[in-house]
């Protein structure tokens, strides 16, 4: 069994996570868990600036360190805090821009 954690910015990322992907990734023995990071003590969601969300995927990793977490965020949205950001705001071509802000090592050999 995989456990894979996926961070989204809002309940729109949320329910596509939860209501398509968990559904086709469970047959294959991974499950995945949309979760949203609290913004207040009654709100979850938005204002996501990266030392937030740095630190929520630092906490859930020592909570559950068999697992992997990955995010759901709208690209346009970042904040500009977030590594490379700035660079990556010179590029036109989408797949730069990823590269740019998270690097290819983790996108592998797959591309948008």
């Given at each position: 069994m995989i456990r894979v954690y996926v961070i989204c910015e809002g309940q729109t990322e949320e329910t596509f996570v939860r209501d398509v992907l968990s559904p086709?990734?469970?047959?294959?023995?991974?499950?995945?868990?949309?979760?949203?990071?609290p913004s207040s003590k009654t709100q979850k969601g938005g204002a996501?600036?990266?030392?937030?969300?740095?630190?929520?995927?630092?906490?859930?990793?020592?909570?559950?360190?068999?697992?992997?977490?990955?995010?759901?965020?709208d690209l346009y949205g970042l904040d500009s805090k977030f590594p490379k950001r700035e660079s990556s705001e010179r590029v036109d071509?989408?797949?730069e821009k990823l590269v740019r802000i998270i690097?290819?090592?983790?996108l592998g050999r797959y591309s948008i």
């Open positions: 086709i990734f469970a047959r294959n023995n991974i499950f995945i868990t949309a979760q949203m990071i996501l600036s990266y030392p937030r969300i740095k630190r929520y995927i630092e906490r859930l990793l020592k909570q559950e360190t068999s697992t992997y977490v990955t995010t759901f965020f071509n989408l797949y690097g290819n090592r983790f």
